[in-house]
Structures are given as C-alpha cells and as structure tokens.
C-alpha cells in the first residue's frame, strides 16, 4: 500500500489546508498594486541572464514565464508565488505526516503555516522569498525521508532541489550548511558516508555553475550588493531585537514551533529526527554572525511546525476531540487580526480604517517604517501605490518634446521602483526604456545617452538640474499614502555642460 492510500484522511486534510492557502492569497492578491521589488524582478524578465547584481536568476524565469503565460496583471504576476506558498504547506503536511503524525497534528500543523503572519505576508508577491522557502522545506522533506528509507533517489532528488535553490537565493547555502551540521551533530551522522552525496553535490553544482561562472565574469556583483546592503542596513541590525522577532514573527502561531523545537530535543519516540532541532539552532546563529535578517530563517521553520503538531497532540491527545480542537482555534485565533496587516485582503480604504482603529488602541508596530515613524498604512502598502501615476507624468513630459526630437531624449529614474514602474507601464503610455544605474538596471544601462532632453524621474535632481538650461516641473506624486509621495517628474533640456561625461563616472562607480 502507498504512502497516500494508507494516510488518505491526513493527505487530504493537507490538500483542504493547502487549497485555503492559496483562495487566501488568490482573492487578496489584485487589491493594491505593484510592490516595488516585483517591479524589478518584472524588469529582469527583459533582460534574461544567469546572473544579476541582487539575485541568482530563478526569479527571472518566474517573471518571465507569468508574462508570456499568465498576463502582466497584478493578479497574474502573483499567482506562481501562491501557488508555491501553498506548496509550501502541503510539504508540511507531508512531513508532519512522515514522521508519524495524524490528523490533529496535520491540522495543528498547517492551520499554523496558514495563519502564521510570517508566511502571510512574504508568501504572494513576485519576490524570490517564497520560492527559497519553498526549497528549503522540499530539502528538509527529501532529507528525512532519505533518513527514514536509505533509498539513494532521495540524496539524488535533494542535489536537484539545492541547486534550483541555489539559482533562487544564495541563503539555500545556510541552509545546507545548516542541516549538514545538525546530521553530524545527530546519531544519524552515517548517512553522509554514503558515495550517493558526491553525485549529489556534482547535480548541484552542475545546476549552479553558469551562475557562479556569470558572478566570476562580472566581477561578483553579488560581493558590492551584499557590502551595500551590511552598510545601509545589515549594521543595524541587534542581536537582541533579531532574537525577539524570532519569538513573535509568527504571533500566537510562535507556541507551535517552539513546541515543535522542544519536542525534538527532548523526544524518545522520533530522536532521529533531532537534527532538525539542531539546523534550526545553526541557521540562527548563522544569521546572527552574519547580521542577518530574521525573514532569512523562515525556511527553517516548516520542519518545526511538523513537529509542534506532533508535540500539540501528544500534550492534548487524551482530552476529548471538541475541546482539543477549540484548544487550537483559541490559540491561533489572535494571529487573524494581524491578516490585513500582513496581506491586502481588504479594500484599500477598509485597510485604512483597519490600522486608525489598531492604532488608537496602542497597536502601532505594523504601521512604524524604517525612519520609525508611525504613518497610516504599511511601508509594504505604501510600496504598492504611485507607480502608474509616475508613468502618466513621465508620458506627459514625453509628448511636450517635439515628435522629431524624440528620439534625443533619455528617461532617467531615479531607483528601481521608478525604473522598473516605466519598463512595465512604458507601452501602455508609449514611453522609452529607462535609464537607471540603481540595483540590476545600472547592468543594463548604455554606454552613454541622449542629452538633448531628459525627463529626470526622482525625488532629487539638485547634482543634474544645473547642468541644464531649462527645467520643466511636470507633475509629482500626489497619492498621500504612497511611499514615493511627492517625488517629481521633470523635463530638462538645453543642456550646458557635457552630461555623458557625469552619466558615464556615475555608471562607472556603480559597475566598478
């Protein structure tokens, strides 16, 4: 008899929990916009590669498919990474399943995955998150069942499922280093002498290379990216705040993983599945070495809410079903206010509403931005807004150029939200490509430009305005609850000095 036919109640609790995730993500999905990184992860799908100066290109290849298949609406765009946020609870299903979980524990399990704000709000937009969370917790999967069976398939499958991994984000390397450490750590340390993990390792280091190789031919962007990215933010990173988030990052949720981590240490009956226990601890000591950011560990925690669902039905088994189930809905109940704070599941005036009356009543934290100020939606909400209304002016500003001059002008944008709002809107409102030399679109960028007119898209052109003789204030972004409020479209023209020779230091220092 199969694995499915003799757990067919438990599987198809997991496919009822799945299907909720994804309805979930589905109906909210359209409310607001774009996010701005999905603007740019759009944007690479112009410009295939193995390689870019944030990410590996797996991203690249989802954006592009949901363009060529799916449409380039803000529903279309994000219903792959449904799809794998979904995914990502059925492989928790399956692994609570695996290790002898039943029923309760499946629902204990996957409810909390559904409910959890962690998973909520990094599990629908266009960004590599979903996919690496996703990897992870097939690697954990394939892993414990190559402990369970022997059987060398699994290693083989594993090599595969790190290095798609690998082409989706480089955390996949904490991650296996991670379990690496807790398997050697673990009784079950002999399953690395099998010869199966070379041809493993090869599998993944095959599916890796042309990546490592485009790092290597372009001066390891990834190396400036990840020192810009310590200096602006990863510094401010302490060790203490990382820890509490950790506690509180999936809200009343928390009690299930931390029952699930306890368990593994301590429990008799599925000691061999301590390693689990043991990766996690080496993830977040990983990540607080290298001031990493909590939402990097959240592939880790899959594998701890199997175990919390196991742990929760050990503790609860002997009270009657009614009460044990209303145990569980009284516990995950208070992660439900948290829903419009972490997805767009209401209209966005209800959503406004929503975080006034939270924040009258002391409950600011989801509203505080990264200035620490408290403002009246998300900064992930205000992410969402503005950007078709830049593309309108920008168009304005193209058409006060004189048709036969058109083809003189340069549209630069100031970031890659900017940038990456033009590429995409820039054929509904027949605009010109942009021009930008922030994040991955400083690569594509041309050795020079035109000159003769440039709309200027930023919320500062003081170093580039006086090199010009005219400057036209088109419009700015008047939306009051977008994040790019106030930043201005303007057409400069009449040009007094060589600009090309700014542009190109300029693209220089963000190549070099």
Request: with cysteine.
């Amino acid at each position: 008899m199969s694995f499915y036919q003799r757990n067919a109640k438990e599987i198809q609790v997991v496919l009822f929990f799945s299907f909720l995730k994804l309805v979930l993500h589905l109906v909210s999905n359209s409310n607001f916009g774009f996010h701005r990184d999905e603007l740019l992860y759009m944007a690479m799908s112009e410009h295939i590669d193995w390689g870019y100066k944030e990410v590996p290109p797996f991203i690249a290849g989802i954006s592009w498919f949901s363009y060529a298949f799916l449409g380039d609406s803000v529903f279309a765009m994000r219903i792959l990474p449904s799809i794998a946020s979904a995914l990502i609870v059925f492989i928790t299903g399956l692994l609570v399943i695996s290790m002898n979980g039943k029923r309760f524990s499946v629902i204990v399990a996957c409810g909390a995955m559904v409910i959890s704000p962690s998973f909520l709000a990094s599990g629908y937009l266009l960004q590599p998150v979903v996919f690496d969370q996703l990897f992870w917790v097939i690697t954990a999967y394939l892993l414990l069942k190559h402990i369970q069976t022997r059987k060398t398939s699994y290693v083989y499958l594993l090599g595969l499922t790190v290095g798609v991994g690998m082409l989706t984000k480089y955390t996949m390397a904490f991650f296996i280093l991670s379990l690496i450490v807790g398997v050697l750590i673990s009784p079950q340390r002999r399953i690395l002498l099998n010869k199966s993990w070379i041809v493993a390792f090869l599998i993944a280091f095959v599916i890796f290379l042309p990546n490592l190789i485009w790092q290597i031919t372009h001066d390891l962007p990834v190396v400036s990216h990840m020192k810009e990215l310590k200096e602006t933010q990863l510094d401010y990173i302490d060790p203490l705040k990382f820890l509490v988030q950790l506690l509180i990052i999936h809200a009343s949720a928390s009690v299930i993983w931390l029952s699930g981590l306890i368990y593994l240490f301590f429990t008799k009956s599925n000691k061999r599945y301590i390693f689990m226990a043991y990766s996690f601890i080496v993830v977040v000591v990983l990540l607080l070495a290298l001031n990493g950011k909590v939402y990097y560990s959240f592939g880790a925690f899959p594998m701890l809410f199997a175990a919390g669902g196991i742990c929760l039905h050990k503790v609860l088994g002997s009270i009657v079903a009614p009460f044990r189930y209303a145990a569980v809905c009284l516990l995950l109940a208070p992660s439900l206010l948290l829903v419009p704070t972490v997805i767009p599941i209401l209209p966005f005036a209800s959503t406004l509403r929503f975080f006034e009356f939270t924040t009258d009543r002391g409950l600011e934290f989801p509203v505080k931005w990264e200035d620490q100020k408290t403002h009246a939606t998300t900064q992930d909400y205000a992410d969402m807004l503005g950007w078709e209304e830049i593309a309108k002016h920008a168009k304005a500003a193209y058409q006060k150029i004189p048709k036969e001059e058109r083809s003189k002008t340069t549209l630069i944008a100031g970031n890659y939200g900017l940038a990456g709002a033009i590429q995409h809107y820039g054929e509904k409102y027949d605009l010109p490509d942009p021009v930008s030399l922030s994040s991955s679109f400083a690569l594509w960028s041309p050795d020079s430009i035109e000159t003769k007119y440039i709309i200027m898209i930023d919320d500062d052109i003081d170093k580039i305005a006086g090199a010009f003789g005219s400057k036209v204030d088109i419009g700015k972004v008047e939306n009051p609850y977008a994040r790019e409020k106030d930043t201005g479209i303007y057409l400069l023209s009449e040009p007094l000095i060589d600009v090309n020779n700014f542009y190109k230091t300029e693209r220089s220092k963000e190549l070099n």
